[in-house]
């Protein structure tokens, strides 16, 4: 006699992932989904498959360690430099990088060449898995996928296997809270078979928090991805072009223009924050590859051009402001701190430090930095051109001007008699982020000018 329906189903809490690619994004959802299901991580990296077996985060991320730790060593999470030991997987998710090629437009060769070792890894399993793509790829790309998987597997797309775009949309320094609670789930399914198994996946994964899903075509899928980061990175450069009208009017201070502006539910306060730019691994990338994409087809890309004209020149106005300060750079000792793109990471991708601290070494000046997490990453790409400090208050001390270019907690905590103690005289601050308020600073030659407000 068979045994009633229900028995014979697999219980999805038995469902096998594979994550190839243990970047950022791979290895924060390796470690998250491997709370609920066994996961096997695939990267060609070898050095960082050893840590990560280690229970080692290979990069700086908040709360990201303890939980690797705990699901590595409970044997959840295994890690692997082969191929071979995805091929089982119910469901493999493809979080490679996606770089710029130098023309800007995206470079897909890791997606490919992880497809073909996908595709060889599944072709003799006898399971149907959903091949799932979280890097962020142009519109169009996961159904040129389809034909690199059914070549090396030797299968076809819809019967012995699955596609589903699955866009990621974590922020680096907040990627556990982001995979434990993201705003939305965007699927794009190729085929009907993948809709139902991912949709059955995340309902077992979230359970009662299940977040909104957007279930839609792969291409609108692809599409939600860069439009939402051409988005962001928009605001951010109207809000900094806005800031260079406010330095030229007296009175008139860029933060309160956003906060004015942003207690309108239509516009929102988050990404409105005058600044040196937008950096980081995606925002740049992304924009670039788009403004490519859209050209290909023939569509005016000026607006998105401007955005990143904008946050190309934003390093060149904070270095002219710190040049007035200073009343020249040449011979002047500067302390940045600050090199990561962000708060809560090491990553110096694209930060906006890089570009300001070389043109204050090529206008002459002596720079020293620090940052709580990044000073390797900035070694790679600084080298001996600035020296490095173990602490704020070390960079700070005998230096005629402080840039503030990440807005990191530890630096809100500096206060403007810390400053006079350690530079001596009254001392010059260039607020960069807008992490001060300007009385605090009332003793000191503090400015956000540049940024959008008279200098104090
Ligand atoms: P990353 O560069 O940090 O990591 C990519 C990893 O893939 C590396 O460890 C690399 O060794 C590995 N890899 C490359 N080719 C491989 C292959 N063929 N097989 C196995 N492993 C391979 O990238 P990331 O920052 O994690 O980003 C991954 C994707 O997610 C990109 O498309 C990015 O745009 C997107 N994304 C990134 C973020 C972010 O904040 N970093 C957020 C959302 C989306």
């Not at 409970?74 to 493809?94: E, K, P, Q, R, V």
């Not at 789930?185 to 809709?195: H, L, M």
Request: proline residues 6%; aromatic residues 6%.
């Amino acid at each position: 006699m068979r045994p009633p329906k229900s028995r014979l189903r697999v219980r999805s809490d038995e469902f096998r992932v594979a994550i190839v690619g243990l970047g950022y994004v791979g290895l924060s959802t390796a470690a998250c989904l491997a709370s609920k299901f066994h996961v096997t991580g695939v990267d060609l990296d070898q050095k960082k498959v050893k840590l990560i077996r280690e229970g080692v985060v290979p990069f700086r991320e908040e709360k990201l360690s303890p939980l690797l730790k705990k699901n590595v060593s409970n044997g959840m999470l295994s890690c692997t430099n082969s191929f071979d030991a995805i091929s089982d997987a119910d469901f493999i998710f493809i979080a490679v990088g996606t770089p710029s090629a130098k023309s800007g437009e995206i470079d897909l060769t890791q997606v490919r060449s992880a497809a073909q070792s996908i595709g060889e890894a599944f072709a003799t399993s006898p399971k149907r898995p959903v091949v799932i793509i979280k890097s962020t790829v142009i519109p169009g790309t996961s159904k040129t996928i389809v034909p690199i998987l059914e070549k090396y597997s030797g299968k076809a797309c819809g019967e012995g296997f699955g596609v589903c775009s699955n866009p990621e949309f974590l922020r680096e320094g907040q990627a556990v809270q982001d995979t434990l609670k993201p705003s939305r789930i965007v699927i794009g399914p190729v085929d009907e078979f993948s809709r139902q198994q991912i949709l059955s996946f995340y309902r077992r994964f979230y359970g009662k928090q299940m977040p909104p899903v957007v279930d839609t075509s792969p291409e609108t899928a692809e599409m939600i991805k860069y439009a939402s980061n051409a988005f962001l990175a928009t605001k951010i450069s109207f809000i900094n072009l806005v800031a260079r009208l406010c330095e030229k009017i007296p009175g008139s201070d860029v933060n309160d223009v956003a906060k004015g502006m942003g207690l309108d539910p239509r516009i929102g306060p988050l990404f409105l924050q005058a600044g040196p730019g937008f950096g980081g691994s995606c925002f740049p990338k992304d924009v670039q590859a788009l403004v490519r994409y859209a050209k290909t087809e023939g569509i005016d890309t000026s607006l998105l051009e401007s955005t990143l004209a904008i946050n190309e020149t934003q390093p060149e106005n904070v270095a002219t402001q710190a040049e007035k300060m200073l009343g020249g750079l040449e011979g002047k000792s500067i302390a940045v701190l600050g090199l990561a793109f962000n708060p809560n990471t090491d990553d110096v991708r694209e930060s906006r430090a890089i570009p300001l601290i070389r043109k204050l070494v090529d206008g002459g000046a002596t720079v020293g930095a620090y940052d709580p997490m990044a000073m390797e990453g900035a070694k790679k790409e600084l080298g001996s051109i600035i020296t490095y400090s173990s602490d704020a208050k070390e960079c700070v001390k005998g230096s005629d001007l402080v840039i503030i270019m990440t807005a990191w907690d530890e630096f809100r905590k500096l206060d403007s008699e810390d400053l006079t103690r350690l530079m001596g005289g009254k001392p010059r601050v260039l607020d960069a982020r807008r992490i001060y308020s300007p009385e605090k600073f009332a003793n000191a030659d503090f400015s956000a000018t540049g940024l959008g407000t008279p200098r104090v």
